[in-house]
């Protein structure tokens, strides 16, 4: 399972709101018969990394995020298929 986007505002953070969402997300990810869950995070994202640490994860080596924006993207969309 891919998770697309979490977020605790900063008031609620140290409080296992995120700790108790991501294990609801890891009970979908077991229940529907998922053998991972996987997410990515911004590299100078120092404190989500780290609560990603405490909780366990790890990061895939050999894995690369890309992505397509602005020009690139637009003339991505215009070739059609």
Known sequence: ???????????????????GLLARVARAAK??????????TLDWNEPAIRFYFHLGAEPHEGSTI???RGEALSRLAELGG
């Open 66 to 68: 890309f992505g397509l």
């Open 1 to 19: 399972m891919f998770l697309e986007d979490l977020f605790v505002r900063a008031a609620a953070r140290g409080r296992g709101v995120g700790r």
């Open 31 to 40: 229940e529907r018969g998922c053998g991972r869950l996987e997410w990515s």
